[in-house]
């Protein structure tokens, strides 16, 4: 029943804005996964960016309210272009949240043509770093995590040999080529590597396979409902090994799965404690839906605070809020105050961060390691 | 606006083309395929082949993925051969499926999940069609080329064997068709054809993945061709307009909660999906035009 | 020992499977409906008892009552509201084929937007598996999906050649006239099928809440695969339908003894693929059925 009481208040947000949009306002576009096997994302994100347009608003950031488009991208290529190109041409915003490495990939020179800025804070394939200068990301791609994640399991909590379940998208594969090279610079040893389709719902095979490679530690390397399915059959079927994964374990789904206790993964580090800014995030977000935020909460709140920080900019020097305007004062920016402390942009578009390590234990998970750079 | 209005016309008329050929072998010959993504597929990838690695222009990558596509539909047209209806819809189901996994891992090739972008511009003539504008007239113009040369081979007499075999196939045979080659080359034609729109598809969003190239894709162009009236040779193009402009349309409705705006755009197609069957069986285009194009035929 | 493994979870897998695939290939040999929305009735089905069972903590035979209800109800409705007008015209086959899509689509995204989107699962001690042998796991799940596929599959043929709607039933995928001749109503018939081959997906949808767990978009895979195993087995043959269901988890899970496993759904229809070409009629399939 929370679950109606979180939807409804998000209705009232979103009239909120809509009534909002009448008169004058700015307004930013969003590409997310809003139906289909994925809209589970689209609904975490969405949340998370608009706890930051309300904050903007509450404390008059801007000169005119601001407020977002949503558009379904369904998590698909096609459907993700035809949105963008709605949000581009009709609803003409200068800035669109995106998410979703093939859905990025297919939207980048739709936003590279018409100069409009796509920001990523869910995606983590490390060839989103290359999609041009107006496709940025808020999130550290996953390779930083893996450089900080491989060294740590390996050599201070000597899980010797690792064994891999990936799922064969370009994030799987990018974690399969991280950890291929980084766990055995650090002294351990894979010992097994099972790729697995993304609509695979079966994993009790796989968990056997698992068994027999006798690992110390299982790697998950997987998202949405397929990660948590995996976890669930690893532990039914007699794989009682150390798990862990990347950032996509910070999603609901697992971290409150019963069988997903103890496992580690990494996240950027936000400590969400820190005064201001962070704090008043997790206050407002546990009020609304009564959870613990997590890191998606914090990228997404991001992306669109970047957006509300360089508008400030620019509208106090008299600047039109423009795509290419934007990206100009990034550049000179330089770094951002945001959930998490400072961040800065590499020239690329995406973000080094301090990657922390985090156990989850029933809640959203806590900090077993804090903050360190990826070398 | 205009810029949106003339994306979405663009992939209107590469849906067109995928959802005329379909009709062609769904429609005229009675072979319910459910693996037209496939060779929507295979026209993309070796259309993006043929351009990324050998730099070739529109009208040879096409040329590459037609080929292509003809060839591997003879696969298709062997079990059309020797079984029927429901049985070839699952025959077709598991070549896509199958078509599915090799576009996923063929990695080198097909990019796989990660697909392949910064696919160059369509070349023709020596000019890069690099405009929306230029490029929907060029899409318009495989649409318009294709509807003309399905017209005529339906209006032939191969066309006439065609329906006398999807009406009563032992019939048919019993009275000297080759029904062996006439299935094959319908199946054929169909796949070629179909791979115009896959090279189409590529060129424009300079960018292709797994995922467009799906069962649901294939679902997506038989709900065109059945929604707009089958055996018609205009049904399947209105069918594509529909159900292409559907969720453009609904992604207009004010006042829906923010995260269950999928979910209700989905649950609106999928009723008309529903209603459409019930009260308008034979297509929006269907009633008129079954008719004239019968009349035509008999000419 | 992997391979004994990759055996037992095939079976465990077939079982579910075949359960469904059966309730597919009842449905359409007494109706000769493509009822490709029969993965819906699984996602309902399994949904209602996991929100019954796991979120209002009613004793999981209620909750299993509760999910027969629904898929049964969700069955009929289908059976009544959508088919039954559909038929009404000529050349339906794929008019249905496309509404029952169109009602897929429906019931993914309702159960998504009323139960949620993500991950869940029926948390219970059946699916914890216990070392039987050094290196062999077997969760009673396993054999209890074994068992009830059984006597599942037992209690309907039993039905099917005992009771009259029964004997009607079979007699409709055989010859549809020949149940004028029983002097029964062909469209009460249907209602059975669709009732019965609806309810029968309930054990299959439970047992994947308690070992794979759910999300909205699982029926899609559901109902490939029972049209797949129909196939394999031959169309209007119940049997082979079960058999197929067997035959299809085996091959799922046999294929990662030698194959990565990304393969493993490809695998699947590949048997599909070959059963068509080489064997159109199936296991047990009657000759006509094919050209």
Redesign the interface.
């Known amino acids: 029943m929370r679950r109606l009481r979180f939807l409804a208040l998000l209705a009232a947000i979103q009239w909120g804005a809509a009534a909002a949009s009448a008169q004058d306002s700015i307004k930013i576009g969003a590409d997310l996964p809003m139906s289909g096997p994925n809209a589970e994302y689209g609904e975490l994100f969405g949340a998370a960016a608009n706890l930051a347009v309300e904050h903007a608003n509450a404390d008059k950031m801007l000169s005119k309210k601001l407020s977002i488009q949503f558009e379904d991208s369904q998590a698909t290529p096609q459907q993700g272009v035809v949105a963008m190109n709605k949000l581009v041409n009709v609803e003409k915003v200068p800035f669109v949240l995106s998410a979703f490495t093939g859905v990025s990939k297919a939207i980048a020179p739709v936003g590279d043509r018409a100069k409009v800025v796509s920001v990523n804070g869910g995606g983590i394939g490390p060839d989103l770093a290359e999609l041009g200068e107006y496709f940025w990301n808020v999130i550290p791609l996953v390779n930083l995590e893996i450089r900080v994640m491989a060294p740590y399991l390996v050599q201070e909590r000597g899980f010797k040999k690792i064994a891999l379940i990936y799922v064969d998208d370009p994030a799987g594969e990018a974690i399969q080529k991280e950890l291929k090279e980084n766990v055995p610079k650090a002294g351990g040893q894979m010992v097994a590597e099972l790729q697995v389709p993304r609509n695979a719902q079966q994993f009790t095979s796989i968990a056997a396979k698992v068994r027999e490679a006798g690992p110390d530690l299982v790697f998950i390397a997987s998202f949405g409902a397929q990660q948590a399915q995996i976890v669930k059959q690893l532990r039914d079927n007699g794989v009682s090994q150390q798990l862990a994964s990347y950032s996509a374990f910070s999603s609901p789904t697992v971290t409150q799965l019963p069988e997903a206790k103890g496992a580690l993964f990494p996240t950027q580090s936000v400590d969400w404690r820190a005064a201001g800014m962070s704090e008043r995030v997790a206050k407002d977000w546990k009020a609304k839906t009564g959870k613990e935020p997590n890191a998606y909460v914090a990228n997404y709140y991001n992306a669109v605070m970047v957006f509300v920080h360089l508008a400030q900019a620019l509208e106090k020097s008299g600047q039109p809020l423009t795509g290419e305007n934007l990206l100009k004062q990034r550049k000179a920016n330089g770094s951002f105050d945001l959930v998490g402390g400072k961040m800065e942009f590499l020239p690329n578009g995406s973000v080094s961060m301090p990657i922390q390590i985090n156990e989850i234990d029933g809640g959203a998970g806590k900090m077993v390691k804090g903050g360190t750079m990826a070398k | 606006?205009?810029?949106?209005i003339i994306?979405?016309a663009v992939?209107i008329s590469i849906n067109a083309i995928l959802a005329v050929t379909l009709n062609f072998i769904?429609g005229y010959a009675g072979i319910?395929s459910i693996a037209h993504a496939l060779f929507f597929g295979v026209g993309a990838y070796t259309a993006t082949f043929f351009a990324m690695k050998f730099g070739a222009g529109f009208l040879s990558a096409t040329a590459a993925g037609m080929a292509l596509a003809a060839l591997i539909s003879l696969a298709l047209a062997?079990?059309a051969l020797?079984?029927?209806?429901?049985?070839f819809?699952?025959?077709s189901?598991?070549?896509q499926?199958?078509a599915v996994?090799?576009f996923?891992?063929w990695k080198s090739v097909t990019g796989?999940?990660?697909?392949l972008?910064n696919i160059p511009p369509a070349r023709l003539f020596g000019f890069a069609v690099t405009q929306p504008e230029h490029f929907l007239l060029l899409s318009l113009a495989c649409l318009g080329l294709i509807i003309l040369v399905i017209r005529a081979l339906v209006r032939s007499s191969f066309g006439r064997s065609l329906k006398a075999i999807r009406d009563d196939?032992t019939a048919a045979w019993a009275y000297g068709k080759n029904v062996a080659v006439i299935k094959t080359t319908a199946v054929v034609v169909s796949s070629a054809l179909a791979a115009v729109a896959g090279s189409l598809y590529a060129f424009y969003?300079?960018?292709?993945?797994v995922?467009?190239f799906v069962l649901d894709t294939s679902?997506q162009v038989?709900?065109m061709v059945?929604?707009g009236g089958?055996a018609t040779l205009l049904g399947p193009v209105i069918g594509s307009v529909l159900i292409l402009l559907l969720?453009?349309g609904l992604?207009y409705l004010?006042?829906?909660?923010?995260?269950?705006?999928?979910?209700?755009?989905?649950?609106i197609?999928?009723?008309?999906?529903?209603l459409l069957?019930?009260y308008r069986?034979?297509g929006l285009w269907g009633f008129q035009d079954t008719r004239s194009s019968r009349k035509g035929g008999a000419a | 020992m992997l391979l004994l493994q990759l055996l037992i979870n095939g079976l465990q897998l077939g079982a579910i499977y075949a359960l469904t695939a059966v309730g597919f290939s009842l449905i359409f040999g007494a109706t000769k409906i493509f009822h490709v929305a029969h993965g819906a009735a699984f996602t309902i089905a399994a949904y209602l008892f996991w929100w019954s069972n796991a979120v209002l903590g009613l004793n999981w035979l209620l909750a299993a009552a509760l999910a027969v209800v629904a898929a049964v109800a969700f069955g009929l409705f289908m059976e009544r509201c959508v088919y039954r007008l559909i038929q009404r015209h000529e050349g339906a086959f794929f008019t249905v084929f496309i509404a029952a899509f169109g009602v897929q689509i429906i019931v993914q995204n309702l159960i998504g937007t009323v139960f949620g989107r993500g991950f869940v699962s029926v948390t219970t001690p059946l699916s914890h598996s216990v070392q039987v042998l050094p290196g062999l796991f077997v969760a009673p799940v396993a054999a209890l999906a074994i068992v009830v596929a059984v006597i599942g599959f037992s209690a309907l043929t039993n039905y099917l050649s005992r009771t009259h709607t029964g004997m009607a039933m079979r007699a409709l995928s055989e010859n549809p006239d020949l149940i004028r001749v029983f002097g029964l109503d062909p469209g009460r018939v249907a209602q059975y099928a669709f009732a019965i081959g609806s309810a029968i997906v309930v054990p299959g949808a439970i047992f994947t809440a308690m070992t794979a767990g759910l999300n909205p978009a699982v029926g899609a895979h559901v109902m490939l695969i029972s049209l797949a195993a129909t196939i394999v087995g031959g169309i209007g043959s119940l049997r082979g339908a079960a058999y197929g269901g067997l035959l299809l988890g085996l091959a799922e899970n046999l294929a990662l003894w030698r194959l990565d496993p990304q393969w493993s759904e490809a695998v699947t229809f590949v048997v599909l693929f070959l059963f068509i070409i080489f064997r159109p009629a199936g296991f047990f399939g009657r000759p006509h059925a094919a050209k």
């Open positions: 606006m205009w810029a949106y994306n979405l992939l769904l319910f062997l079990p020797r079984v029927r209806g429901e049985y819809v699952a025959a189901l598991g070549l499926m199958l996994t090799v996923t891992e796989g999940i990660g697909g972008t196939e969003l300079s960018f292709i993945n995922e467009s679902i038989m709900a059945i929604i089958t969720p453009a992604s004010p006042y829906l909660p923010v995260t269950e705006i999928g979910s209700i755009q989905q649950i197609y999928g009723g008309a999906m529903v069957m019930i069986p034979g």
